[in-house]
């Protein structure tokens, strides 16, 4: 089992940039596909960033290729997510996500998910 925690969230202009990190307890980091998805007001939540357990393969939702870049440090158990060139319709809730099994993509379903950070570019 894995419990997820997102931070660095927060309200930036448009075409400013922020840095999302998800902190994963438990020894098994490594073991885990891990992503990220949002979900903005009235929307439904989407695939935004996915990687490989080995960091090795990484994937993106079209909407955000070129701007923003997945990462991760399985020594820290941590998650990245860098978010470049912000758009207004990126405002959305960012959640973290892993899953032991499933490669991240669009049809994505992971097993474990973070409570979420708020995310908000003002125009």
């Known amino acids: 089992q894995v419990q997820l925690v997102e931070s660095g969230g927060g309200l930036v202009q448009a075409g400013g940039s922020l840095r999302l990190s998800c902190a994963a307890s438990g020894r098994t980091f490594s073991s885990y596909n891990m992503g990220w998805f949002r979900q903005a007001p009235g929307k439904e939540r989407e695939f935004v960033a996915g990687i490989s357990r080995s960091g090795l393969s990484t994937y993106y939702a079209d909407s955000v290729k070129g701007r923003f870049t997945i990462s991760r440090d399985n020594a820290k158990n941590t998650v990245y997510l860098q978010m470049n060139s912000l758009k207004p319709e990126d405002t959305a809730v960012y959640y973290c996500?892993?899953?032991?099994?499933?490669?991240?993509?669009?049809?994505?379903?992971?097993?474990?998910w973070g409570q979420g950070t708020q995310v908000t570019v003002s125009s």
């Open positions: 996500a892993a899953d032991p099994r499933e490669t991240p993509g669009s049809s994505w379903s992971p097993y474990y």
